[in-house]
Antibody, heavy 121, light 107 residues
């Protein structure tokens, strides 16, 4: 059974970089034809797709966040990472990682449980 | 930027009834890139239908979707108790966005 688990700091200061890791177990992050991505949800902005990486290594980002987002994969550790720079309070949200089987924008057939990240000094 | 507006904000119905949820886009959207999700409290969103009427794996056929241009509809033909949740539409083309959601509650 595939499992995804987000980890990282729950509190980030404004202007700093948010860094999260999604550890995949029970399967390979290099499995063909899947996207691996991040989506977030906040009370103020609702659901927002952040970006994804195709198994081949191609990355796709939400244009509204593209200048601040980096998604990468460590295949040796079977981990997906998210970096979001210059954060503000508007980036406070629950962040989910997911395996996306169709189009790589949050359609996930497997999800992590989500991690709440608060941006505050 | 495409904005998706869902209506109504809250829909109160009884099990067995038919539910019709609306999603309106601020500009024309390719129906091939319109999806619907269900979310229950404390859970991640679950894909129901995409591109524009393909049910995701395991989604029962009481869920259907239609629409084109700027107006799209999700229909649940006969509500089951487990269908009461929040529903979101999503445009996943060049300007990805989610609607703000419709809460489907038990009357």
């Amino acid at each position: 059974q595939l499992q995804l688990q987000e980890s990282g700091p729950g509190l980030v200061k404004p202007s700093e970089t948010l860094s999260l890791t999604c550890t995949v177990s029970g399967g390979s992050i290099s499995s063909s034809s899947y996207y691996w991505g991040w989506i977030r949800q906040s009370p103020g902005k609702g659901l927002e797709w952040i970006g994804s990486m195709y198994y081949s290594g191609s990355t796709y980002y939400n244009p509204s966040l593209k200048s601040r987002v980096t998604i990468s994969v460590d295949r040796s550790k079977n981990q997906l990472s998210l970096r979001l720079s210059s954060v503000t309070a508007a980036d406070t949200a629950v962040y989910y990682c997911a395996r996306d089987p169709y189009y790589g924008m949050g359609e996930g057939d497997y999800w992590g449980q989500g991690i709440l990240v608060t941006v505050s000094s | 930027e495409i904005v998706l507006t869902q209506s109504p904000g809250t829909l109160s119905l009884s099990p067995g009834e038919r539910a019709t949820l609306s999603c309106r886009a601020s500009q024309s959207v390719s129906s091939s890139y319109l999806a619907w999700y269900q979310q229950k409290p404390g859970q991640a969103p679950r894909l129901l239908i995409y591109g524009p009427s393909i049910r995701a794996t395991g989604i029962p056929d009481r869920f259907s979707a239609s629409g084109s241009g700027t107006d799209f509809t999700l229909t649940i033909s006969r509500l089951e108790p487990e269908d009461f949740a929040v529903y979101y539409c999503q445009q996943y083309g060049s300007s990805p966005a989610f609607g703000q959601g419709t809460r489907l509650e038990i009357k």
